[in-house]
């Protein structure tokens, strides 16, 4: 008895110090975790603090090296500058009202389609979902001369109508609100089925409620995407008035004529930094859902 009641200390004290240097290693493995994940934000933010920097500089400081991270002597001028070289305000309004559209074209018709692949029973639904995916793996310039003559023969070039159409219909995105829609229970459906609801019903009372997230990422990805988007805007918009914000930046940064023979800098990430603050908008309001849309739609397959 006196052996054993010696032996417990020990053992109990042993215990004690395997458990505190589990302890001090998950210490140290969660700050190399946090440091290696500020370091990776502090690479995507920095972008974005030059372009604000840039904007807020001298044309001079632009040349200096090293480089200053912050203008030495803060100047406003440069948006005022901005203004007088492009109509922003009209296409600011065009950006937002093309991204809107298409905002709301791709959630109405990524869910609807979303849900006839994930909760409705049909002949070959899943080959028909497969080769709906293989569209992904066209890319996109390769539409581009077929669309344009699409939108040409239907009369709508230099109009918002061929910005807004031809990206009505989004496949990742319906491939998202499938996967989301995967994960709910289909004991939903049934339920409603036996009280008599038909599909639409069951897809506007019942499913489509449940898609908050889905819905939250599908918008952000679609602003964003809309928002951002030069190739075929530069195609088929033929004035200014009609033109959207990432043109109106290329006209700073290509017209070099009209500015001695270098590109406005300054001016330019003017420009850049008051046409990113809706996009950053956006994604403040949604980001909650935009991350758990992401993170459910990846859990069943």
Aim: charged residues 10%; hydrophobic residues 55%.
């Amino acid at each position: 008895m006196s052996s054993l009641s010696k032996g417990v200390p020990g053992n109990v004290q042993a215990g004690s110090t395997r458990q505190l240097g589990r302890k001090r290693r998950k210490l140290l493995a969660d700050a190399l975790i946090y440091l290696v994940l500020i370091a990776v934000g502090i690479t995507m933010i920095f972008p974005m603090f030059w372009m604000i920097s840039t904007s807020l500089k001298t044309e001079p400081e632009l040349f200096l090296l090293p480089p200053p991270l912050w203008p030495k002597r803060v100047i406003l001028k440069n948006y005022p500058l901005m203004l007088q070289r492009i109509p922003f305000f009209r296409m600011l309004w065009n950006s937002i009202l093309v991204a809107s559209v298409v905002t709301f074209g791709r959630v109405f018709t990524s869910t609807f389609a979303g849900f006839a692949f994930a909760r409705l029973r049909f002949p070959g639904r899943d080959k028909l979902f497969v080769l709906y995916l293989a569209v992904l793996m066209i890319p996109f310039p390769v539409t581009l001369v077929p669309l344009y003559l699409l939108m040409k023969t239907l009369g709508l070039l230099n109009t918002p109508a061929a910005m807004i159409l031809p990206s009505f219909v989004s496949v990742y995105n319906t491939f998202l609100n499938r996967q989301f829609m995967l994960t709910l229970p289909m004991e939903l459906d049934d339920s409603a089925r036996i009280d008599g609801a038909n599909p639409g019903r069951i897809y506007w009372t019942i499913i489509l409620p449940l898609c908050g997230p889905v819905i939250a990422a599908t918008a952000i990805f679609s602003f964003l995407a809309s928002w951002n988007s030069f190739i075929w805007p530069l195609l088929v918009l033929t004035t200014s008035d009609k033109m959207t914000l990432p043109i109106g930046m290329a006209m700073i940064a290509t017209a070099r004529m009209n500015y001695g023979g270098y590109t406005p800098w300054t001016e330019l990430m003017a420009a850049a930094t008051a046409g990113a603050l809706p996009m950053v908008l956006v994604f403040l309001v949604a980001q909650r859902h935009f991350v758990e849309g992401i993170a459910m739609a990846g859990i069943k397959g």
